[in-house]
């Protein structure tokens, strides 16, 4: 399992106090239409994997594939972080992006 998740569990941890500045939003694959679909599957991942510790940000559901089309996405996990305005920021390293950002204050 790719450490992408959590990852960003430790990133939300790390910087709670600075949430006003970022948000971390999931998109699933459009694999899943409904969040009837989506829950049983976190579940198991959340009782086996995460230690039963719940999503600390929010998971959208992409069954268009639009917004994974719009910002480029070919493979999973990819992270993108994107500004206030839209605009992508940095795709890839976004997390050490993000964290270079925050850590300026």
Do not use: N
């Not at 971390?24 to 694959?29: C, L, M, N, S």
């Not at 959208?60 to 996990?77: H, K, M, Q, W």
């Not at 993108?80 to 992508?88: K, N, R, S």
């Amino acid at each position: 399992m790719s450490r992408s998740l959590p990852d960003l569990f430790e990133l939300t941890e790390r910087f709670a106090d600075q949430i006003d500045r970022f948000a971390v939003v999931t998109v699933h694959t459009k694999d899943m239409a409904s969040f009837e679909e989506l829950d049983p599957y976190l579940d198991k991942l959340i009782e086996k994997r995460w230690k039963k510790k719940s999503f600390p940000f929010p998971i959208l559901l992409d069954p268009s594939g639009e917004t994974i089309a719009r910002y480029g996405v070919l493979g999973y996990p990819t992270s993108v972080l994107i500004g206030p305005d839209g605009t992508v920021l940095a795709a890839k390293g976004a997390q050490a992006t993000l964290i270079e950002l925050l850590e300026r204050k």
